[in-house]
């Protein structure tokens, strides 16, 4: 019995030295991108365990997080059975790593892998806030193309509009108008996305981001004045 113990014990110790040497393995194949690797060490019993466990959490997230990252190794862990609507401790999803870092393919790679568009933080904000925030067109398309609802508020009573008014970002508030977006929700203070864009920007720009609410509700065969908001008063 006791050399039985004995060999239950080296057998363990070495199922956890293996452990620690698989996760080194994976750490190097996340940090050199290398997505060949990383799906080999996936494909085995262990790293399908570790992608479903605390290990594919953090891996998501950091590699959402990645400026440069090309989305690959995210699309493996993914496969592998990783969340894609993994939180940080804070309640952030993945997909928000992704906006903030401006990384369109990393998001692109959670939306197919199942994220939710409409995934919240603990503030209420989408990644269509970040999007906005940091004035990324593409990134607030694909998106919307995914299903993100524009105007949903967050804590504060702010839209993605509200964001990108305040960011000055007219590609986005284009984007988001092509994909349907009219622009009706108002903040707290009772303005519209576009009245906020109005009262900081110039003449030029405020004149072109009327111009494209009007013909997108003129589109749907209703009067302008119905489905666009209104304008501001002069000076405004």
Known sequence: MGG?????RRM????????????????????????GRLRELLA???GR????GEWGRRAVL???GREWGAGECLRELLKA???????????????????QAGNL?????????GADPNGADGEGRTAGHWAASGESAELARELLRFGLDPARADARGESMGHWAATAGSLAVLEEMIQAGWRGLERNPRGETAAEVFSGRYGA??????????ERAALSEGAPAEAEAPSRPRAGI
């Open 81 to 99: 059975g990783a969340d894609p609507d993994a939180k940080s401790e804070r309640g952030s999803p993945a997909l928000h790593f992704a906006a």
């Open 12 to 35: 363990g110790k070495s199922g956890g030295e293996g452990m620690v040497e698989w996760e080194e393995g994976a750490r190097a194949a996340l940090r050199s991108a290398d997505a």
């Open 44 to 46: 085995e019993e262990r």
């Open 204 to 213: 030029e720009d405020r004149a072109r981001l009327w111009a494209l609410l």
């Open 49 to 52: 365990e570790a992608a479903r």
């Open 62 to 64: 950091e590699e959402a």
């Open 105 to 113: 393919r990393s998001a692109r790679a959670l939306l197919e892998g």
């Open 4 to 8: 039985s113990g004995r060999r239950g």
